[in-house]
């Protein structure tokens, strides 16, 4: 059952030679693709849930209740990553 949300957002500045658009991987399977400012919502079981962006080094693993949201930030600037924002 599909009962907790993760909710990515893309920080919005745009770098020459970085990706336009990528996947979104959750548990190794894609579930969506992100341009620059894209926020996406996306439906999750609860417990442990590994998040990545294909392609690149960033990634994170979240555990989430029964009816809990989390908000994550992806940040291919300076360096790859995903932080959790609230």
């Known amino acids: 059952m599909l ?3 993760i ?3 893309r920080k919005s500045y745009r770098l020459i030679g970085r ?7 959750i548990n190794g399977r894609q579930v969506a693709r992100m341009a620059i400012g ?3 919502e996306i439906p999750v079981k609860s417990g442990s849930n590994y998040v990545k962006v294909k392609g690149t080094k960033a990634d994170i693993e979240v555990n989430l209740q029964s009816g809990e949201r989390v908000r994550l930030l992806v940040d291919l600037g300076t360096r790859d990553s995903i932080t959790i924002i609230d």
């Open 19 to 25: 990706l336009s658009t990528f996947a979104i991987e």
């Open 7 to 9: 909710s990515i957002e």
């Open 3 to 5: 009962d907790a949300i």
């Open 38 to 40: 894209d926020k996406v």
